[in-house]
């Protein structure tokens, strides 16, 4: 077939696409597109229509021309005002610019005509996808409503299949891309599907908006017929002469308010916001807000408050009966009572229960809060990192609520509750601002007896209320919120009370809850130690106790399937219950080795044994640290390597040693990270060890840190750090000469069996754990 080339004027257009048998007309503004024109109507009034790619080019080059496109037959031209030429024109066939003869002064170019050819009598499947378009297009007309039903009676008369996409493309509402794509379709076959699947997707489109379109207007419908019934409603009932159910919440709003005992200020408020409501629709959303800010004034307690038990004999049994030991508590709570009863007026003190856990500090401020017949209360911080928590939330918010030191007055139902704030240490601060700051006022006796909260925006009083805290560890506490609060320690057990704790309260406590009586489980004193000993391995509690509910469990489980009625547990029964030994404290090393030295160490979950290891080698004076140490024991090991070097004649050490050999320092368990001041004299020990050849006694473990100038310095958690020194079977400690008053908080089961060696410098610790000292 011969191949068909024409030289014509090209316009481009700007967000138009022309299909051939298409009739369009648009305006025309460029000079060179008007030239282009005048040179048409000149000739054979053809002109070469093309798109540009981006509509927004004023000037396109030939980058910017689409190659496709259509001839088309000017029909019409009309000169409008500015210098606007409106042109009526129809499209002929598509065409293919092949290059471009002229630029100035418009576009001239040859382009190859693309004539559509198809055999209808042997081409089915066209047959069959005209069938399937023709049926969409049909309903696609329906469903859009801006195409003229004539029209479908129009493409029923056209045969020609490719005229037939050409003229179905002209009337879809595509995008430009869409539409040049379906230009670019030089085959039939293929032109014909894509057609297809482009009513398909838009047939779905429209659905879709449809089916939007009915929700909306059955949503708007319902909204003015419930608007058009109550107002119906509401004249019915005002000519009956009835109380509408507005009236009558009105009335019982104002019943307790008035029955409340609300300070004036409060009272003030209530009714001001009354009025509000009753000037506001009964259905709006303003209105749900006022009626839940009055409820919050109408349930928290004003002026409630229950009575104090000021019987200090009956507080003392109380405390006693429900915890073993604790005695600078308890003591704390009744010296409390003594003054309030003596003086008749004292401010809630604030107390900080600092200790590990499972050592029963919440259920400490329990047992408190009944001692003195008080409300009990507990909030908990950990985690709590919005100011909003402690203060609320503006009630210009949606969904403003107050805060949760409102919360738990409202739960406690008294002014003057013991109030628990669980977990202190565990708070955390972003954006929204830092609960710790927030805390300040509210732990503050000076202040808070007008504590205000952002969502109540009225002063509420807080200094009857008994604040305690809770903490593992003082560290994280924020120093001005720290000032506030009187800390009281609440160490580790010894295993002497975690006997007495097991054998007076848990075992009851679980008997119980698992439905025991009549002594059908008995667990014999050993067993108890041996679970203490061997089983757990913590400064509380909470693993005997599960310890405990699990041998308990197992034993009713025996007595079910062996049909006892009776069991006694023992060494045996633990073992075969719990398998081998997990724990082994006693097993210490029973033999001097040069440079292991036995240090101590305090963690938030008590205390624990930290042995230390050095080595000396051949090398040049290199110091290597490993054990995941943290920034204070590497500078720890720094001062002692430099004190060493000051002193090595004094100590047997070569005072050349740092240009011989390297030292390596090592703590065991490398994957913990540990790091604090109390390891500087046992890291000089095991170096001086390493150094002068000299073993150190595996008897005797040491706490301190080393100043430059020998000095030991004190350190803290010295009840738990023995602790773990008599549970690994050590027998002698050597402690900082300043912590010599510590020594009174230490039990006296633990103490008596301890050697404490008190230093005030490095001489002392050296002469009481390197053996042949001198």
């Known amino acids: 077939m011969d191949r068909d080339f024409r030289e014509l004027p090209l316009i481009p257009l700007r967000g138009i696409t022309i299909f051939p048998y298409m009739v369009l007309h648009f305006d025309v503004g460029r000079e060179k597109s008007i030239l282009a024109l005048e040179k048409a109507m000149l000739e054979e009034q053809k002109v070469f229509l093309t798109a540009q790619r981006q509509a927004k080019t004023e000037e396109p080059g030939r980058e910017d021309i689409f190659k496709t496109g259509t001839i088309c037959n000017i029909k019409q031209i009309l000169k409008l005002p500015g210098d606007t030429v409106r042109v009526l024109v129809e499209g002929e066939t598509r065409a293919l610019l092949k290059e471009y003869i002229s630029e100035e002064p418009f576009f001239k170019v040859k382009v190859e005509v693309l004539e559509d050819e198809e055999n209808y009598d042997e081409n089915k499947d066209c047959e069959a996808l005209v069938r399937a378009i023709k049926k969409n297009f049909n309903e696609y007309v329906k469903l859009s409503g801006n195409i003229p039903a004539e029209t479908i009676i129009t493409l029923d008369e056209i045969d020609n299949h490719g005229r037939l996409a050409d003229t179905i493309s002209s009337y879809l509402m595509l995008k430009q891309e869409k539409k040049q794509e379906l230009l670019e379709c030089y085959e039939i076959e293929e032109r014909l599907q894509k057609v297809l699947a482009v009513l398909a997707n838009e047939i779905e489109i429209l659905k879709l908006e449809r089916k939007i379109g009915v929700k909306v207007k059955n949503k708007i419908d319902k909204v003015q017929k419930d608007y058009y019934l109550r107002e119906q409603l509401k004249a019915i009932q005002e000519e009956l002469g009835e109380d509408d159910d507005n009236k009558k919440e009105m009335k019982r709003y104002k019943n307790k308010i008035s029955k409340a005992k609300l300070p004036k200020a409060v009272k003030d408020k209530a009714l001001y916001e009354l009025d509000r409501l009753k000037n506001t629709g009964s259905y709006s959303a303003e209105g749900g807000v006022i009626r839940t800010y009055l409820d919050w004034i109408l349930e928290l307690p004003w002026n409630t408050q229950t009575k104090d038990n000021l019987d200090i004999k009956s507080a003392r049994e109380i405390l006693e009966k429900e915890h073993y030991g604790l005695k600078d508590v308890k003591d704390r709570i009744i010296e409390y009572l003594s003054v309030k009863k003596m003086s008749k007026s004292l401010k809630g003190p604030i107390l900080c229960l600092m200790g590990p856990p499972g050592v029963g500090k919440t259920s400490i401020a329990k047992s408190i809060a009944h001692a003195l017949n008080r409300n009990f209360v507990r909030m908990s911080l950990g985690g709590v990192r919005d100011e909003a928590e402690i203060r609320g939330h503006r009630k210009t918010y949606v969904g403003a609520i107050p805060g949760r030191i409102i919360y738990g007055m409202k739960q406690a139902k008294s002014k003057n509750p013991l109030f628990l704030l669980d977990e202190i240490d565990k708070m955390s601060n972003d954006f929204r601002g830092d609960p710790a700051d927030a805390l300040l006022e509210v732990l503050d006796s000076e202040q808070n007896n007008s504590f205000r909260d952002h969502y109540m925006e009225l002063d509420f009083d807080l200094s009857n209320v008994m604040f305690i805290t809770t903490a593992n560890s003082i560290g ?45 489980i008995i667990i014999s004193d050993s067993s108890i130690y041996k679970l203490i000993d061997n089983y757990t391995r913590e400064s509380g509690v909470r693993s005997l106790e599960r310890r405990i509910a699990s041998v308990i469990r197992k034993a009713v489980a025996e007595m079910m399937e062996k049909d ?139 706490t301190g840190e080393i100043t430059l100038t020998g000095r030991v310095l004190p350190i803290g958690g010295l009840k738990e750090k023995s602790l773990a020194a008599y549970r690994a079977g050590i027998d002698t400690v050597i402690i900082p000469k300043d912590n010599e008053k510590h020594l009174l908080k230490i039990p006296n089961t633990v103490k008596n069996k301890l050697n404490y060696i008190l230093a005030d410098n490095i001489d002392v610790v050296l002469e009481n754990s390197i053996s042949n000292y001198s």
């Open 564 to 702: 006892k009625k009776k069991v006694n547990i023992t060494l045996t029964k633990i073992k075969s219950y719990f398998g081998a030994e997990i724990y082994t404290y006693d097993k210490i090393d029973k033999e001097d080795k040069i440079g292991v030295v036995m240090g101590m160490a305090w963690t938030g979950y008590g205390g624990d044994t930290l042995p230390i290891e050095a080595t000396a080698m051949s090398g040049n004076g290199k110091l290597e640290l490993t054990g995941q140490l943290g920034a204070v024991m590497k500078e720890s090991a720094k001062a002692g390597y430099s004190y060493i070097r000051a002193n090595a004649d004094k100590y047997g050490v070569e005072s050349d040693f740092y240009k011989k050999y390297d030292l390596h320092i090592h703590v065991p368990e490398g994957a913990v990270p540990k790091d604090g001041p109390s390891a500087g004299v046992a890291m000089v020990t095991a170096m001086i060890s390493a150094l002068s050849k000299k073993k150190v006694k595996h008897n005797v473990a040491m």
């Open 476 to 520: 994280n506490i924020p120093r001005p919120l720290f000032d506030r609060m009187e800390v009281i320690e609440v160490s580790g057990y010894t295993s002497e009370e975690k006997f007495h704790i097991c054998r007076e309260y848990l075992i009851p406590k679980q008997l119980e809850e698992n439905g025991i009586k009549n002594n059908e």
